[in-house]
Every structure is written in structure tokens, then in C-alpha cells.
């Protein structure tokens, strides 16, 4: 139904809609829109958030396929190597060594370069496995928590140890059906598919802000977030945060950016 009052002669016409406000509701500024709303208002996307987590977690899915393949070619392995349980047992263990040493230094590591006889080669082989499954243990999580906004980090976060479960399900899997030969083989797969991936997928925009690359920073969060997105608020939390906890000498014109 729709009314008018007419102050004059105290009577109501059906000239307007009351169910609309008599108020128009405030048009939010674009620097006071969260995240969502500028993606819907702007046309930004989640896309290539979504695609560099899928690359980045096939590190984490060759992690658990790696932890997974020593299980079932154990008997294989043993018969074909000639080794004894305790070798075969040192084989399997050195891939926790090597990710223990990969985990102690990854920090270091990620800082500097960014996010982004038959027995004895065994071992060696494994340790190796195991070194960069424990770089990986600590660059993925990291990675993904950098480039994701606030509103899908935690679900995409939790694609590092799902992934890693699935590795190791596969390996699993896989294991009774192939030779163990096969099997390494396999393996090489997901490494293949993320190193041609890491081409695709841009810097952390943080780790770059960090290293005070500030043209590349603003141009790998403009790509996660969207080309029409204004990232101008998300860019300044970024940099206060950066000199907040002492990763830069403080610059004020950097800031005022």
C-alpha cells in the first residue's frame, strides 16, 4: 500500500511507497569496504589465491607421499636390495632426520630466498627428501596465510595438513598395486607439477614488503586480490605491520604511501 500524508489538509494519498526509507541508505566509501564487498563491487577475484594455495600444496601432498611410500615397499625393497631390517630401518628414518634439519633452517631459509653403494644412495636420496619436506613443512602454511585475506585463511591454511594426509593415503594406496621402483617414480609428479607451477603464482606480498621490494609488493597484491580492487588499505596494514615488528627500519614515506 502506498501513502502520502498531506501536512496541509490532514489526509493520505496513495502517492508513495512506505515500505522504502525516507532516509537513503549511506553508500559506503570504497576505503571503508571490506574485502567481500570489493570483490563483488569491483569485479576482483579469488582466483589466483585460489590456484597459488593448489601449487603450493602439492609440496605438502608430496611430503605425505613421502612418509607414506616406506610402509608398503618395505618386503619389496628388502628382497630386491638385499638389506637388512636395520638398514632398511635407517632408510626410513633418515627422511625425519632430513626434515627435522629442514624445519630447523626453513625459517632462514624462506627469509633469504622467499616463499616461493645402493644403500648409501638411498640414504642419501632420503635425507635430501626429507631435508626439503621439512623446508616445505614450514614455507606452505606460511605461504598460503601471507597471500589469502582474512575472511579464507583459516580454510585455506588447513589445506597444508590435508594435503600431507592425502600424500601419505596415496602412497598407501599406490603401494599395493605397483613395484616400489614405480612407485619413486610416481613421486616425482607433484615436484614436477610445483616447480613448472611457481612460475604462475606471484611473491608473498608480505615476505616483500618485508625485503622492501615496495613496486613488486603492491603489483603481486593487486594480483591476488583483483585488478579492479582497490588493495590501497590492505597495502597500508601491510606496511604498518612490517614496521611494527622491526622488519624495516622505519620510513615514514613508505608509510605515507
Not at 48 to 56: G, K, R
Not at 201 to 222: C, M, N, T, Y
Request: hydrophobic share 45%; aromatic share 8%.
Amino acid at each position: 500500500m502506498t501513502i502520502k500524508i498531506d501536512l496541509e489538509q490532514g489526509e493520505l494519498s496513495e502517492q508513495a511507497d512506505i515500505s522504502q526509507p525516507f532516509l537513503p541508505a549511506e553508500e559506503k566509501p570504497e576505503s571503508k569496504k571490506s574485502f567481500s564487498e570489493r570483490r563483488t563491487s569491483n569485479g576482483g577475484s579469488t582466483a589466483t589465491v585460489f590456484l597459488s594455495t593448489f601449487i603450493v600444496v602439492l609440496g605438502s601432498l608430496e611430503f605425505g607421499y613421502c612418509v607414506g611410500f616406506s610402509s608398503p615397499v618395505q618386503s619389496a625393497m628388502i628382497k630386491d636390495l638385499d638389506l637388512t631390517t636395520s638398514q632398511f630401518s635407517t632408510f626410513g628414518s633418515l627422511l625425519t632426520i632430513g626434515a627435522m634439519i629442514g624445519a630447523i633452517l626453513s625459517g632462514r631459509t624462506a627469509d633469504f630466498l622467499g616463499r616461493k653403494g645402493d644403500a648409501w644412495l638411498l640414504d642419501i636420496g632420503r635425507l635430501l627428501t626429507g631435508y626439503g619436506a621439512g623446508l616445505t613443512s614450514y614455507t606452505v602454511p606460511v605461504y598460503i596465510a601471507e597471500i589469502t585475506p582474512k575472511n579464507l585463511r583459516g580454510g585455506l591454511t588447513t589445506t597444508n595438513q590435508l594435503s600431507i594426509t592425502i600424500g601419505i593415503l596415496i602412497a598407501y594406496l599406490l603401494g599395493m598395486l605397483v613395484e616400489w621402483r614405480l612407485l619413486a617414480i610416481i613421486g616425482i609428479i607433484p615436484c614436477i607439477l610445483l616447480v613448472s607451477g611457481l612460475f604462475f603464482i606471484p611473491e608473498s606480498p608480505r615476505w616483500l614488503a618485508k625485503v622492501g621490494h615496495d613496486k613488486e609488493f603492491e603489483e603481486a597484491l593487486q594480483a591476488l586480490r583483483g585488478k579492479d580492487c582497490d588493495v590501497s588499505d590492505e597495502a597500508a596494514e601491510i606496511r604498518v605491520l612490517t614496521v611494527t615488528l622491526g622488519f624495516l627500519p622505519i620510513n615514514y614515506n613508505l608509510l605515507k604511501k
